[in-house]
């Protein structure tokens, strides 16, 4: 992990990353650090924002979807 990170969500990562053209699906946890290259967002009837990105480490690139809280809501613009 790079020493400028920031911790939007949850505690700080000290696992390494692992490439994304090494992951296979049966991977159940796996740390991987890229770049956001698209991003959407959806507000749902339950309140919570739906944000889909999608990220590369230019090895290969992944989706992936984050339920975020109304709480929480104010770590959407730090994301992209």
Known sequence: PKN???????????Q???????ISDEERSVVVEGD???????DL?????????DFTDGTDSLTAKLFVEEKEKEILGSIG
Request: no cysteine; net charge positive; proline share 3%.
């Open 4 to 14: 400028d990170t920031v911790v939007l969500m949850g505690s700080a990562i000290k």
């Open 16 to 22: 390494a990353p692992t490439n994304m053209d090494q």
């Open 36 to 42: 956001i290259f698209s991003v959407e967002s959806r």
């Open 45 to 53: 009837r339950s309140g919570r924002t739906l944000v889909t990105f």
